[in-house]
């Protein structure tokens, strides 16, 4: 498989924090020399990364179709070399059905973890699809989530955005298997973040979470194999246990679909 330095130019969206910060910095040191474009809402943070020598863009993922196809264009104009996209940006909220839904945030949730992740994907495709006739690989790379494969009933929301965005991607690595674009996941367990500072649970976190250098660390490597499931800890505890299998069976009902 080929790994993430055949890449020349990488763009990670939520990069203004936690995991996906740390992955842009890291990538953009790797020998191979990328040019990582840094995506994120806030100018400060963009400003900061810019410093260390990344591109950046302001990129607002919760938004409309049409919005998300214009920034799609403005970076595909700017950067035509584009060939990985890491989607990582996402947001995660308590609810209780039990209480009054606050449904805006319910909906807004939903868009920036899976609406407006495939929908992104939808418009890069055809780029990458271009690259790969002209025997060039891309790399197409979801960041999901453990809780994508067992829920957490208190973030009801979240995990079906991410369960969602898992199964979209095994879809999509499926179909585009017989192209050279490479389509990855990343499914990281509790990890050191700014993730659950929304809901103020941070500090409880702290025991629990996995320390964000190890896991850039774990997660570099995947990116660098070409890992077509790049996990660890607690979520490849689920992964393996309850998904792995799954694998065959989706593969059958593929080959079954082809004979209609
Ligand atoms: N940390 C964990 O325990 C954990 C576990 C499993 C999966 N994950 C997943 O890993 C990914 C990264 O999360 P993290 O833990 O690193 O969280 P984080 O520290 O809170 O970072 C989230 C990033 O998403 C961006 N973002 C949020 N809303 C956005 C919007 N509307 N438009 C564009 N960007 C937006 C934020 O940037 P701006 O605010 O500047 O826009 C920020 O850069 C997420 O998809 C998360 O679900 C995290």
Redesign the pocket.
């Known amino acids: 498989m080929p790994g993430i330095e055949e890449s020349k130019c990488i763009l990670v969206?939520?990069?203004?924090?936690?995991?996906?910060?740390?992955l842009a910095l890291s990538l953009a040191k790797l020998p191979s020399n990328p040019q990582v474009i840094a995506?994120?809402?806030?100018q400060d943070?963009?400003e900061e990364l810019k410093r260390a020598g990344l591109e950046i863009i302001q990129?607002?993922?919760?938004?409309d179709a049409s919005s998300l196809k214009s920034s799609v264009d403005l970076i595909l104009e700017k950067y035509p070399n584009l060939d990985a996209v890491i989607?990582?940006?996402?947001?995660?909220y308590e609810f209780d059905f039990k209480k009054e839904i606050n449904i805006a945030k319910l909906q807004?949730e939903l868009?920036?973890?899976y609406t407006?992740v495939v929908t992104t994907i939808a418009y890069l495709t055809p780029h990458f699809l271009k690259l790969s006739a002209a025997s060039q690989p891309s790399f197409i790379i979801p960041?999901?989530?453990?809780?994508?494969i067992v829920p957490a009933v208190w973030v009801p929301g979240?995990s079906a955005s991410?369960a969602a965005l898992h199964s979209y991607t095994t879809s999509l690595r499926l179909q585009l298997n017989d192209t050279n674009i490479h389509v990855l996941e990343?499914?990281?367990?509790?990890?050191?973040?700014?993730?659950?500072?929304?809901e103020g649970t941070t500090e409880k976190?702290t025991n629990l979470?996995?320390p964000?250098d190890k896991?850039t660390e774990v997660t570099m490597q995947g990116l660098r194999n070409g890992d077509t499931i790049i996990s660890t800890g607690g979520?490849l505890v689920w992964y393996d246990k309850y998904d792995k299998d799954k694998e065959g069976v989706i593969a059958q009902l593929q080959a079954a679909r082809e004979k209609w």
Do not use: C
């Not at 969206?13 to 740390?22: L, S, V």
């Not at 990343?186 to 929304?198: F, G, K, Q, R, W």
């Open positions: 969206t939520g990069a203004t924090a936690g995991i996906g910060r740390a995506a994120g809402r806030r943070r963009l990129f607002d993922l919760d938004t989607l990582n940006a996402g947001v995660q807004s868009n920036i973890n407006s960041v999901t989530a453990g809780l994508g979240y991410k990343i499914i990281p367990p509790l990890v050191e973040s700014e993730l659950h500072d929304a976190l979470w996995m964000l896991y979520s």
